[in-house]
């Protein structure tokens, strides 16, 4: 899967698709089918060029954005490689003095301003990581540059100055490329699939593209532009990387730099790879497993680790099914194509079945990189899928001990995080990856992991050579996996959990997990709240009780699973049902304000955000007081409460609200039962206020929540 780069939209990458789907048919699934769409993809028609300047304007250097050949496999190789490149990206050839801005937060834009520095037509030069590429554009673009250069330090890719070959870490020619597209899915056909016939929108038209040419570098020719400002120091050791420079933000006499970029953008077709395992008893209830199979060069972890574990998970399940097995439910296996261009494959194949998939999936299982690293597992998972991955991984032995894998997992992270916690923590996905669409837009549990590296021994937060040329083969044999150990351990707990998901009778659902997650969160934002004295304008106190109420109706709900008759198909079929829809119930059915990515509620963090943003109000407002102005904290209250950024955190805070109650009524059947503490309210008031005052106490063990759900820690 990695011998040759596989970019989407080739032929190399279509050769693939049938590689995948031949294996399939092997595996002896019941069907095996390909799902094509017409998108907009983009290629570079060249490598970006830099030229630079000396004080009188003369050109003192020129070079091309390339990546050297290093290893053995590289230089074994005459495939075609497209240099490194953004996708989307303007193209254009521009020209202007440079100024260095940190990692291109909107903070250190800011600063820049405070120093007296105007980046208004200047060229930008950013160091990759603290925020995603496409923020760094997006303030760049808000503060008006011509142009940006991206690039990755040492400090985060390559910290001990040893790197690949000799070493798993970015040498100074390596270069991440990246997409720039700021939306999910195909930009001509937002909201439907790109099927040839439907239509597709003037790419001129379209606003999800950067304005300004951005071309990313390796540390190597960063360090060359680094060099040319000798003007203003940084304002803090933050701006400092790891190159042997000082990384001044300016150059003394403003020598300039030419930046020229040339990248189409065009349509292709691309090719999901579609295998089903069709379930006996309901075959219309449905576990997908996601991979994709795109890679911007070899993708030796990203993504063919992750594709090389799911074909050999067919290949089990396959050979369980020519034992006679059959699941209880269908098991559908999906290789997505262009996602790395922005979720493109997964988004188009929702968009055409989101109706069916509503109803139909129970949930969603990726895994884009199988192995980056031979330290431990890493997790991010919706709560109520969590104890299903815990109970697969007891089943396992740790690929480097004779001991249990999840014991070995848990020791290893309360080592690493100098953490006290039992169970080891699960963090919630934002975005990335093929879960999005199924999780954010249609309200489906999903989980990802992966095997990972120690993040604090081996300093960096990505693994180094991550979308550039030397993801390859050779580098996972020689630094990470050699013998594929870790990938076989990853494929044996990823059977495990669909066989969990496929099979049992009631599905392996722990809600009183996800009541305990958004209590957490809540009562963090309650209490900032009320040290920031602005509890009177967000007021907690109505949400705070609805989940009180959501965790005594997922016990309540779980104890009637334990009391439910198993012989009574439709009883359990109505369970299932409900621990289906309970998901669901978080998604709106309109973009969440400020949220374009996601309509998912408990995955937004719009309401702590909404919270940030009246405390930074209310500040603002105590400023104008301090400086002798008639106000006390009352007017201060008063005239806080009339802001735009209340009456957002109001609508934000009774979206939130109002979506936990429908979790609430997903798991009570409010039509068919009857309420008794209600009836009970209605005859007795006073005893309905101490039943009120009688709510459970949340134990607290991790980012998920943590009980389980027969109500041990």
Same mark, same amino acid.
Not at 186 to 194: I, K, M, N, V
Not at 221 to 235: M, N, R, V, W
Not at 334 to 349: F, I, K, P, Q, V
Not at 383 to 389: I, N, R
């Given at each position: ?48 060029n830099?030229t ?39 193209s254009?050839?521009?020209e ?5 801005a940190?990692?291109?937060?909107e ?12 980046v ?7 160091r990759?990581g ?13 503060y ?15 910290p001990?100055?040893v790197?690949y ?7 100074p020619? $390596? &270069?991440?490329? !990246?997409? @720039?597209l700021?939306?999910r899915g195909?930009? /001509?056909?937002?909201?439907?699939? *790109?099927i040839k ?6 790419i001129?038209?379209v ?11 390796g540390?190597g ?15 803090n050791?933050k701006?400092?990387?790891q ?14 730099v ?16 579609? $295998? &089903?395992?069709? !379930?006996? @008893? ?6 997908? /497993?996601?991979?994709?199979r795109? *890679? ?5 972890a ?12 067919a290949r089990?399940?396959?050979w ?8 209880r ?26 109706k069916?998939l509503?109803?139909q999936?129970?949930?969603?299982i ?16 919706t ?7 815990f ?7 740790d ?28 963090r919630?996905?934002?975005e ?18 992966r ?18 040329m ?43 997990r ?28 109505m ?16 104890q ?19 621990m ?19 309509r ?22 105590e400023e ?16 806080l ?11 934000k ?17 409010p ?32 980012e ?10």
């Open positions: 899967m990695s011998t040759v780069p596989h970019l989407a939209g080739t032929e190399e990458n279509n050769a693939y698709a049938q590689y995948v789907k031949q294996h399939f048919i092997n595996c002896s699934l019941d069907n095996v089918m390909e799902k094509k769409y017409n998108v907009l993809l983009s290629y570079p028609q060249g490598p970006g830099l630079l300047f000396d004080k009188n304007g003369l050109e003192t250097e020129k070079f091309s954005i390339l990546e050297k050949k290093l290893d053995s496999f590289e230089k074994g190789t005459d495939h075609f490689l497209y240099p490194p490149f953004l996708a989307y990206s303007k254009a050839e521009v202007g003095e440079m100024v260095y940190n990692f291109g937060e903070e250190d834009f800011r600063e820049l301003k405070r120093m007296g520095v105007d208004q037509g200047k060229i930008v030069l950013i990759y603290s925020i995603s590429r496409n923020k760094k554009i997006k303030y760049a673009e808000r008006n540059v011509t142009g940006v250069i991206l690039f990755s330090d040492p400090d985060t890719y390559s001990t100055g790197w070959p000799n070493s798993w870490y970015l040498p020619d $390596g &270069v991440q490329r !990246g997409t @720039l700021r939306m195909d930009p /001509l056909s937002r909201g439907y699939p *790109a016939g439907l239509y597709q929108r003037p001129d038209e606003s999800y593209f950067p304005s300004i040419p951005v071309q990313p570098i540390f020719d960063a360090e060359k532009l680094l060099q040319t400002l000798d003007g203003l120091s940084p304002p050791p701006w400092h990387g190159l042997n420079i000082t990384y001044n933000v300016t150059s003394k006499d403003g020598r300039k030419k930046l020229d970029v040339n990248v189409s953008r065009e349509t292709k077709d691309i090719t999901n790879v579609i $295998g &089903v395992i069709k !379930g006996a @008893l309901e075959p219309d209830r449905v576990i997908i /497993l996601g991979n994709h795109d *890679a911007w060069t070899y993708g030796a990203d993504p063919s680790s992750g594709t090389a574990v799911m074909i050999e998970v089990a399940l396959g369980l099914k020519e034992q006679g097995w059959q699941p439910r269908t098991i559908m296996f999906c290789n997505w194509d262009a996602e790395e261009y922005g979720l493109l494959g997964s988004t188009e194949w929702t968009e055409e079945f989101a069916i509503t109803h999936a129970v949930a969603y990726n895994v884009d990189t199988a192995v980056q690293g031979n330290h431990t597992i890493e997790l991010k998972s709560p109520e899928l969590v104890d299903t991955f109970d697969a991984a007891k089943l396992f032995k690929p480097d001990s004779e001991d249990n894998l999840y014991d070995v997992w848990v020791k290893k992270h309360r080592q690493d995080q100098e953490d006290t916690r039992m169970e080891p923590k699960v919630m996905f934002r990335g990856s093929d879960y999005m669409p199924f999780y954010a837009d249609l309200g489906i549990p999903a989980m990802d992991f095997y990972m590296f120690n993040t604090k021994d081996m300093g960096v937060f990505n693994y180094p050579v991550y979308h550039t030397h993801d390859n083969i050779e580098w996972m044999k020689k630094f990470v996996d050699p013998d594929f150990r870790y990938h076989t351990t990853i494929a044996k707990i990823w059977t495990q959990v669909v066989l969990l998901l496929a099979d049992t009778q009631l599905l392996p659902f722990n809600f009183i996800y009541s305990d997650s958004l209590h957490i969160r809540v009562r963090d934002m309650a209490t900032l709240a009320k040290d920031k004295e602005i509890d009177n304008v967000c007021n907690f106190t949400l705070l009780d609805t989940i009180a109420t959501l965790r005594n109706t997922t016990e309540e709900f779980h009637r699973l334990q009391d439910l008759d198993k012989s009574d198909v439709l009883a359990v079929r109505i369970a299932n049902d409900q289906m829809m309970f998901e669901r119930t978080f998604v709106t059915s309109e973009d969440l304000p400020g949220e374009p990515s996601t998912h509620v408990y995955h937004t963090a719009g309401l702590s955000k909404s919270l940030d943003a009246v405390v930074r109000q209310k500040s603002s407002l104008i007081a301090n400086k002798g102005y008639d106000y006390n904290q009352e007017a201060i209250t008063k005239e409460s009339k802001t735009k950024v209340v009456r957002e955190f109001q609508e805070y009774s979206i939130y609200t109002y979506h936990v109650m429908m979790a609430v009524h997903s798991l009570r059947n039509f068919t039962t009857v309420d008794e503490k209600e009836m009970q309210c209605g005859r007795n008031p006073k005893k309905c206020k101490e039943m009120q005052n009688n709510n459970n106490t949340i134990v607290e063990t991790s998920t929540g943590g009980t389980k759900a027969d109500g041990k820690q």
